[in-house]
Structure formats: C-alpha cells, structure tokens
C-alpha cells in the first residue's frame, strides 16, 4: 500500500525478516529491546501476515514505529481489531492504537535511543 514518493524497503529486508521469524518460531529469543514477531489478519485475505517489529517501552508501556510509510502490516493492523505478539515461544494478544502526529512527537524523539537498530537503518 505504498503511496508514489515512499521510500523503498531494501531489497534484502523480506528475505531478512523472514529468517528472523523462523528463528523467533524456533524458540531463540533475542532479548532486551529486540524484534518480536507481529501477526496481524491480513485486510483482504484474512490469512495471517507476520513482520518482525521492534517495540520501545515508555513510562512502562509499549510502543511500535512503522519503519517505511505505506508499510501493509500497519495497514492490516489498522483494519483488524486485534493482532498477535510474539517474542520467541511467548504469544500474547494486544490492541494497537494508532496515534494522531501530535501525540506521536513525543515517541518518536524517543525512538532513536530507545531502538538505536532501528534508527540506523
């Protein structure tokens, strides 16, 4: 769902994060503040589609940042009510919120620190 204008994902990313969920599946957890493997229901198919994200906590609660605009895993968890976390063998269920761009200001000057991995990309 990507709109004209929109950066492109590297080539090597797909191939990338689908090792890294098979490794999640396998149980190998990566600690601290690393990727989790994020299931939503996809928006026309229904099937499930999972992507590795990684969460940062603030103030004891979680928060997720979409690497590429227009990525579809944030346009699937737009349209689904609930999607899946998991971190190595560990699954749980939660509601993601989307935040309006004022809101979000405060997360995303915390974002660099907080996911250095995911700001150096």
């Known amino acids: 769902m990507a709109r004209a204008g929109d950066p492109k994902p590297p080539w090597w990313l797909k191939p990338a994060n689908n090792v890294f969920i098979r490794?999640?599946?396998?149980?190998?957890?990566?600690?601290?503040?690393?990727?989790?493997?994020?299931?939503?229901?996809?928006?026309?198919?229904?099937?499930?589609?999972?992507?590795?994200v990684t969460p940062m906590?603030?103030?004891?609660?979680?928060?997720?940042?979409?690497?590429?605009?227009?990525?579809?895993?944030?346009?699937?968890?737009?349209?689904?009510?609930?999607?899946?976390?998991a971190r190595g063998r560990k699954v749980r269920r939660v509601r993601m919120v989307e935040f309006s761009a004022e809101d979000a200001r405060?997360?995303?000057?915390?974002?660099p620190e907080a996911v250095p991995p995911g700001w150096a990309s």
Do not use: H
């Not at 490794?23 to 589609?49: A, C, D, H, I, Q």
């Not at 906590?57 to 976390?85: I, Q």
């Open 23 to 52: 490794m999640s599946r396998l149980g190998l957890s990566f600690g601290g503040e690393s990727p989790v493997v994020l299931t939503v229901p996809g928006r026309k198919s229904g099937l499930p589609r999972s992507t590795p």
């Open 57 to 85: 906590t603030v103030d004891g609660r979680e928060y997720v940042v979409a690497g590429f605009p227009g990525a579809d895993w944030v346009a699937n968890v737009r349209a689904a009510e609930e999607v899946t976390v």
């Open 106 to 111: 405060p997360l995303l000057r915390a974002f």
